[in-house]
C-alpha cells in the first residue's frame, strides 16, 4: 500500500517509531495473557465455579472485552502500555470503540486460526509498518509511544 494516505511516521525517515515493536509486542501480548488470566479466575467464584467448566470460553469473552475497552480508552492494552507502544490509524489519530471492537475480532480470529496467525506473525516481522494482518484491513499500526505521552 502506498504511503501517500499515511498520517504516521514513515519507518524510513522515523524508524524509532518501529525499532523492537515485534518483541515489544510479543512481550506485551504475554503481559496481557497473565492479565486476562488473572481477571478471569477473579470471575470464577462469582460464577460458583461452573466457570471452570468453560474457562476457555470465560478467558475468550473477558480477553475480548479487556482489549476492546483498553484500545478504546487508550490506544494500548496495560501489556502495551507496559512495554510502551500504542496503536494509531493511518491518520495518525487513536483508536475510536469501532476499530478497537473489530481490531479485537480479527485478532481473536486469528488465533483460533493457527495459519492465521504465523501469517500475522511473519507481516509482523517484514513489512515497512510492522503490521499484522489485522492492522492492515483496519489501517491500524503499533508504534513505539512518544516521550511524555
Not at 525517515?13 to 503481559?31: E, H, I, L, S
Not at 470464577?44 to 473477558?62: D, H, I, K, S, Y
Request: aromatic content about 12%; overall charge positive; proline content about 5%.
Amino acid at each position: 500500500m502506498s504511503d501517500y494516505n499515511w498520517h504516521i511516521p514513515d519507518p524510513d525517515t522515523q524508524p524509532g517509531f518501529y525499532d523492537d515493536v515485534p518483541t515489544k509486542r510479543a512481550m506485551a501480548w504475554m503481559v496481557d495473557t497473565v492479565v486476562i488470566l488473572f481477571i478471569s479466575l477473579l470471575i470464577l467464584p462469582f460464577t460458583a465455579f461452573t466457570g471452570l467448566f468453560f474457562f476457555p470460553a470465560l478467558m475468550l469473552v473477558v480477553g475480548a472485552l479487556y482489549r476492546t475497552a483498553t484500545i478504546a480508552r487508550g490506544s494500548a492494552t496495560w501489556g502495551m502500555r507496559l512495554v510502551a507502544i500504542e496503536f494509531r490509524t493511518r491518520s495518525g489519530a487513536h483508536p475510536d470503540l469501532s476499530i478497537a471492537a473489530l481490531h479485537t475480532l480479527g485478532f481473536t480470529f486469528s488465533f483460533l486460526f493457527f495459519p492465521v496467525q504465523v501469517i500475522s506473525i511473519l507481516l509482523i516481522l517484514t513489512t515497512r509498518h510492522r503490521q499484522s494482518l489485522v492492522d492492515m484491513g483496519l489501517g491500524t499500526v503499533v508504534l513505539n509511544r512518544r516521550a511524555g505521552t
